[in-house]
């Protein structure tokens, strides 16, 4: 959501919290609420069709595996993983999430009723963790990683961040992937660049599908295989 896409008047802040990771706030904007993190904007509730495609598109672009298990990386307002268990094919769906605040939203505050249902299915699994370490340390693995912790690779919430859209990090990602697993990465922008680092970091099928938004540059979500 741009700036010119704002709702008129000012936003209220709802909560502000100081976690490991800097402040991150909730807002309500209108009818909106708002998930800023250090000042940085992050998402809204205003639309979601590009946080549902994120998970539409690497289901098809797996190979038709019964009850696929899938790593949604950041919890965000909800719609990936409201999307994700309104979908009866997929099997396990564990969401990294690594501020406690935006768990708290959820659980208990304005974000639950978007995500109420997702969170009581048994399939749902939350885990307080940042995605980067998590990729890097789990046994765990999954067919689809699902990832929308920033703006995009070329937009990090938090220098840290940034190593995952590195060679290194993509490898790291590819460890917690099981063989034909899919990577898909939602951004605010195309970028051509991260496209030629998932090749080179021996990811094939590489390709991105866009989300027209009302002004500016269309979202993008990035769609990688692992071989295997």
């Not at 802040?13 to 250090?38: F, K, T």
């Not at 009850?67 to 950041?74: F, H, K, N």
């Not at 693995?141 to 690779?153: A, E, K």
Request: aromatic share 6%; charged share 25%; glycine share 10%.
């Amino acid at each position: 959501m741009t700036a010119y896409d704002a709702p008129h008047g000012s936003p209220e802040v709802i909560d502000r919290r100081e976690g490991p990771y800097g402040e991150v706030v909730l807002r309500r904007h209108g009818e909106l609420l708002q998930i800023i993190a250090n000042g940085c904007f992050l998402m809204d509730t205003s639309d979601g069709r590009s946080e549902r495609l994120l998970v539409d598109a690497a289901l098809g672009a797996l190979d038709g595996r019964p009850e696929p298990e899938i790593l949604i990386g950041g919890l965000g307002v909800g719609f990936s993983l409201a999307h994700a268990a309104a979908d009866p094919r997929w099997g396990r769906i564990a969401v990294a999430e690594r501020e406690r605040a935006i768990i708290d939203w959820h659980r208990s505050g304005p974000l639950a009723e978007l995500s109420a249902p997702a969170l009581a299915d048994p399939r749902t699994e939350i885990i307080e963790v940042d995605l980067v370490a998590h990729v890097n340390e789990t046994s765990d693995t999954y067919d689809v990683l699902c990832l929308d912790i920033d703006n995009g690779p070329e937009w990090t919430v938090t220098e840290g961040n940034e190593s995952l859209y590195s060679r290194a990090g993509l490898a790291a990602c590819a460890r917690v992937l099981r063989d034909g697993g899919v990577l898909a990465v939602w951004s605010a922008k195309p970028s051509p660049d991260f496209a030629r680092t998932l090749r080179n970091a021996g990811f094939k099928q590489v390709r991105a599908e866009e989300i027209p938004v009302a002004r500016g540059v269309p979202d993008v979500v990035h769609l990688a295989v692992r071989p295997g």
